[in-house]
């Protein structure tokens, strides 16, 4: 019985390894990069649920932060500490959030401030105050997008500071390098025209391109002062621009507040 109790309990434990990464070692300092994408209940039938996160989750995971000690970073805050005009907080954070969907006001705008939290935003000009047209209705349906009339409560309430998404969400990859390097430029140049200030953050769509030399060299010609790809992992710093692209932690709707926990000490939540 004692041997099948421990064969039973090695089994559990080889199960535990193969799907989640709790075995790797503890990260110590560095930024960890949270990505997320939608914040609500994905629509019957959607192929994307992962990129769903539930307002509770959403919440829940806030909460975590809090009480583990995290505070919220921006571009505009990594960019005065990398200056030496004002330290990180001691335990930072960033919480991205990709494409720009309605829902970042009206379901993560509301919870981030309830927790005295700042969130970033990568917008997608060209589909502000319409829809994610660049989207397969196929896999799901098309999502409203943000207004320019919330990107700009959102701007002045001091919660969220914007970066950009290119100008239409295009494979920077499957395109001239020409054309990407319009999107690149064009877009920095028409959100700061609109919302006022800099634009220092960058994400590539699909995260092509942030391991393509020459594209990621056109994207910080650009400008940017930060490129997020999408390799998952904790950021050291501080950041080597001339190395590789920000990492970041993709939050999985279907994943529990131990998914979470992982990503934020290892680095990695499951396989």
């Known amino acids: 019985m004692i041997a ?41 039938g959607s192929e994307l649920k992962k990129l769903w996160v539930s307002p509770e989750k959403f919440r829940a995971q806030l909460g975590w932060l809090r009480d583990h000690g995290y505070e919220t970073a921006t571009f505009s ?28 006001h009206e379901a993560a705008f509301p919870i981030l401030r309830e927790f005295g939290m700042k969130g970033c935003v990568f917008l997608v000009y060209e589909t502000l105050d319409k ?69 220092v953050g960058f994400a590539y769509p699909y995260g092509a391109g942030a391991y393509d030399p020459a594209v990621r060299r056109a994207a910080l010609e650009a400008g940017y002062r930060f490129d997020f790809g999408i390799k998952q992992g904790i950021t050291a710093l501080p950041w080597n621009r001339e ?13 529990s507040l131990y998914d979470f926990e992982l990503n934020m000490t290892r680095g990695r939540g499951r396989f």
């Open 77 to 104: 805050g990594w960019r005065d500490a990398e200056k030496g005009i004002k330290p990180l907080p001691e335990k930072p954070v960033l919480i991205t959030f990709d494409d720009g969907y309605a829902d970042n």
């Open 131 to 199: 829809h994610n047209a660049w989207h397969d209705p196929k896999t799901e349906p098309w999502q409203r997008m943000l207004t320019w009339a919330q990107v700009k409560e959102m701007q002045d309430s001091g919660v969220f500071e914007f970066g950009s998404h290119t100008m239409g969400h295009r494979c920077l990859t499957e395109i001239p390098l020409e054309d990407a390097r319009w999107e690149l430029a064009e877009s920095k140049k028409r959100l700061e025209d609109k919302l006022g200030r800099e634009v």
């Open 243 to 255: 190395g590789e692209a920000v990492r970041r932690l993709l939050i999985r709707g279907e994943e």
């Open 4 to 44: 099948e109790a421990v064969a039973l309990g090695a089994a559990a434990a080889a199960g535990a390894s193969a799907r989640w990464n709790w075995w790797r070692p503890v990260v110590t300092g560095g930024l960890p990069v949270l990505m997320y994408h939608k914040i609500g209940t994905p629509p019957p």
